[in-house]
């Protein structure tokens, strides 16, 4: 289900997901169901575990008023709970699929006030009974929009008693970001994610030029850089003991023809479905999308087939369907279809000829995205590419 780690007492999610993402775990309920939505529409899935024995209440509080939020909670000590969900061999401890109450600001939850473990559809209170929950228990939390979101959301998670505060961690070693421009050496203001440098958490910064950080040693990171006017950039940084790690990152502006490669976007072999871990270079490509209105791109589907005739017309059809597959993600989140085509290039264009393990398939088995224009400024015509009418 890719359920994000909730490491900390709040979460903010300014982007709520559109869609369900790769699996449709929860569908086909009665809409008099007590415990289940019908079906899941605009869904973030969490993970989190009870720091000490405590009464866990949370609020879900929406940025806009006019979004109805429902959620259901899994008590997630089970083995295979993702395919018991799908199978319904589990049942949620707790939901709430009542309509918002703008009363309370359109806010849901959990709390001790409440009496009822579930609130069916329709009209009801927001909130639900609270759970007693020993430490380390482990619970899914999966938000949903039955709706199109407005807007995205806070979780406030409560815990009585409170767990003690952490103790003061010393860092051994710091992480020094600079980024310029490529072409000048010129410092330049970028916003930053960095995977890798704490467990199960990504670490977010912008405003600045120059950052730095304190982490563990031996860390392998990504991180991902994006500026307006600029082609969005991700290094990997293989973990070292060194106290002081120095990343130099040059931003390259956007030109017509200029290309990146989405090389965290993997497909199951002889598939366009594309892994869990790939969100990340996909949300890349949108933010890059959002930043850039005057740019449009040209979506290139890659295949991994060595062994087989270049351009064979199944695995031009598979290229393409991977390619499309980004194209969809794009206009689901609200890209004009308009500033986006995407074509399928076969195994034409291989990274690995002959790839001599698993990881130069995957490399194979890639997107890349070339820019087609970017404000007055077009690159010359190429062949002919699938347009939104696919």
Request: with cysteine; net charge negative.
């Amino acid at each position: 289900m890719g359920a994000i780690a909730v490491l900390d007492s709040v979460v903010v999610n300014d982007r709520p997901g559109r869609g369900f993402g790769n699996v449709l775990e929860i569908k086909e309920n009665p809409a008099t169901d007590l415990k289940w939505f019908e079906r899941e529409h605009h869904t973030t899935w969490y993970r989190f575990r009870a720091p000490v024995k405590t009464t866990l209440t949370f609020d879900i509080i929406p940025q806009d008023i006019e979004d109805d939020i429902d959620f259901l909670v899994f008590a997630g000590n089970v083995p295979g709970i993702c395919e018991k969900i799908l199978a319904k061999e589990v049942a949620p401890v707790r939901s709430n699929i009542s309509r918002n109450d703008k009363s309370l600001h359109s806010m849901c939850g959990l709390s001790k006030e409440a009496t009822e473990e579930y609130v069916r559809s329709g009209v009801g209170t927001s909130y639900s009974k609270a759970i007693e929950a020993e430490e380390g228990d482990l619970y899914y939390l999966a938000v949903d929009y039955p709706q199109r979101p407005r807007a995205g959301f806070t979780v406030r998670f409560h815990y009585d008693p409170a767990p003690p505060p952490p103790p003061v961690k010393e860092w051994p070693q710091s992480l020094v970001v600079e980024v310029t421009d490529s072409l000048t050496g010129t410092a330049l203001e970028a916003s930053l994610t960095i995977e890798g440098m704490y467990f199960d958490s990504v670490v977010q910064a912008k405003g600045q030029s120059r950052y730095e950080f304190k982490m563990d040693n031996y860390r392998n990171l990504r991180i991902n850089c994006l500026r307006k006017g600029y082609m969005f950039k991700s290094l990997r940084i293989k973990g070292s003991g060194d106290e002081l790690v120095r990343v130099s990152l040059g931003m390259v502006p956007i030109i017509p023809g200029a290309k990146v490669v989405l090389d965290d976007i993997r497909f199951v072999g002889n598939d366009s479905k594309v892994m869990r871990n790939s969100e990340g270079s996909l949300y890349m490509l949108l933010h890059f999308m959002e930043e850039n209105p005057g740019a449009t791109i040209e979506i290139q589907g890659h295949v991994n087939g060595p062994a087989i005739k270049k351009n064979n017309p199944e695995l031009i059809e598979l290229s393409a369907e991977r390619a499309q597959m980004v194209f969809n993600f794009l206009v689901v989140n609200d890209i004009d279809p308009a500033r986006l085509a995407y074509v399928g290039l076969g195994n034409a264009q291989m990274l690995y000829p002959n790839p001599r393990n698993k990881a130069e398939s995957e490399a194979n088995r890639r997107v890349e995205v070339k820019v087609t224009s970017y404000g007055d400024l077009a690159t010359p015509s190429g062949p002919p590419s699938r347009r939104s009418s696919h």
